[in-house]
């Protein structure tokens, strides 16, 4: 996994982590973590949820393309059978 830079020192990770301690205090940070790893991991899923399903409907339409095609045509034949007996009595 590649290391992404942060463009900020050590002092300045210490001094906000020093901030949050002093705002929310030391009992509720673990809470605060535990809340946003869940809300990261529910965006994680939802995104491979979401392309795992544009990978099958692209792997479906590649496959079933030609299918979709011949069940579309049969629909408008029957269509077609049953309008043209209607038409043909008015």
């Given at each position: ?72 045509d049969k629909v408008k034949e029957e269509i077609d059978e ?9």
């Amino acid at each position: 996994m590649q290391m992404i830079p942060l463009f900020i020192s050590g002092a300045e990770i210490a001094f906000i982590v020093f901030i949050l301690v002093m705002v929310f205090g030391a009992d509720k940070i673990p809470e605060i973590a535990k809340g946003l790893g869940k809300g990261m991991r529910t965006i994680k899923d939802a995104t491979n949820d979401i392309k795992t399903e544009i990978t099958s409907n692209k792997q479906i339409g590649e496959m079933g393309g030609k299918n979709i095609k011949e069940e579309v045509d049969k629909v408008k034949e029957e269509i077609d059978e049953i309008t043209g007996s209607i038409r043909r009595k008015l």
